[in-house]
C-alpha cells in the first residue's frame, strides 16, 4: 500500500516536546511530521528539556532524529522560528541566531492568510512561579515528572483491562480548582499581554494545555504538548487554526514499526466562538 502524501498547512505551531527527557514521544512526533509539512513552522518553546539533561542525560537516537527531520525540513525551504521557554532558556542569549536555517527568537508576530497578527510567545515569563519562585518551580517539574511515569502504569493496566486512554494529569487540569484556575489567570494575562502588543491574538504553549479560546477582542490559542497530549495547531491556507490531535492509542502504544497513516489522525477544529 503506498504511503500517502503528506497533508499541507501555511503554518504548523508545535511546543512542548521536552526531548532529553524520559517522557518526550519524539517517535510520534517524527510520524506526526512524516504526514503534516508546512511553509512556515514554529517551535514554541521547550522543544528541548535543559533541566532534565542538567541532572541526568537522556538523549537517545530517536531525539537526534526530530531534530533531523527540522533540519532537513528547513533545508528543504521550510522557514522555522524556534521560540525559547523556561526549559531550554539557555538559547535566549542566541536570539536572532540561525542553526542550520532555524532561527532563534524570544517572540514573534506571525500574520495569518486572513490578515489577522498573532503574536507567538512560549508563555513562561508570564507564569509567576517560574519567573518569582524558580525553586517552587522545578519541584513542581519533578512532581509532574512522576506524574507522568504513574500514569504510564495506569495506561498498561486500563489497556491490559480493554479500557480507554485514560490521563489523570490532564483530567485533573479541568477539575481540580488550583489548577482550573492557574490556567484561568495564565490565559488572562497572555490575552492583556496581545493587547499591549498591538495583535489581534497569542500562541503560546507552556502549560500542556491545547485550548483555541476568545478572551474579549482576543484570540487565545495554546498548542498543547508532546508528552501527554500530542498536539499540535495549525493554520490552514484561508487563515483558519486548528488543534490537530494525534490519537492517544498511538501515543501510549510501544515504539512504532510502520508510518501510522494520516486517515488514524483525529482532526478536531476547535474554532472561538
Known amino acids: 500500500m503506498p504511503v500517502p502524501a503528506p497533508k499541507q498547512f501555511r503554518t504548523l505551531f508545535i511546543s512542548d516536546v521536552h526531548l532529553g527527557s524520559r517522557a518526550a514521544k519524539a517517535d510520534f512526533l517524527i510520524d506526526f511530521l512524516r504526514f503534516h509539512e508546512a511553509e512556515t513552522i514554529y517551535l514554541v518553546g521547550d522543544i528541548v528539556d535543559g533541566w532534565r539533561l542538567r541532572r541526568s542525560w537522556h538523549w537517545p537516537q530517536i531525539h537526534n532524529d526530530v531534530v533531523q527531520k527540522l533540519l532537513r525540513q528547513a533545508r528543504k525551504g521550510t522557514s522555522i522560528t524556534y521560540i525559547a ?149 495549525v493554520e490552514h491556507f484561508d487563515g483558519t487554526m486548528e488543534i490537530v490531535h494525534w490519537p492517544h492509542i498511538q501515543a501510549e502504544a510501544p515504539a512504532l514499526t510502520e508510518p501510522v497513516a494520516p486517515v488514524a489522525i483525529d482532526y478536531r477544529s476547535v474554532k472561538a466562538a
Open 85 to 233: 521557554g523556561n526549559h531550554d532558556e539557555f538559547l535566549r542569549m542566541f536570539q536572532g541566531t540561525h542553526f542550520g536555517g532555524i532561527v532563534v527568537a524570544d517572540r514573534a508576530i506571525h500574520e495569518t492568510a486572513d490578515g489577522r497578527r498573532f503574536l507567538v510567545i512560549h508563555g513562561d515569563q508570564f507564569d509567576t512561579v517560574v519567573m518569582n519562585a524558580r525553586w517552587l518551580a522545578y519541584l513542581g517539574d519533578r512532581a509532574y515528572e512522576l506524574a507522568i511515569f504513574a500514569n504510564r502504569a495506569v495506561t498498561r493496566a486500563r489497556r491490559a483491562l480493554g479500557l480507554p486512554y485514560w490521563s489523570f494529569s490532564s483530567w485533573a487540569k479541568v477539575k481540580v480548582k488550583q489548577a482550573v484556575n492557574f490556567i484561568g489567570a495564565f490565559q488572562d494575562v497572555l490575552a492583556d499581554e496581545a493587547r499591549r502588543s498591538s495583535v489581534d491574538g497569542v500562541i503560546c504553549g507552556h502549560i500542556h494545555h491545547a485550548a483555541i479560546e476568545k478572551f474579549g477582542d482576543i484570540e487565545y490559542i495554546n498548542t498543547g504538548d508532546w508528552v501527554e497530549s500530542c498536539t499540535a495547531v
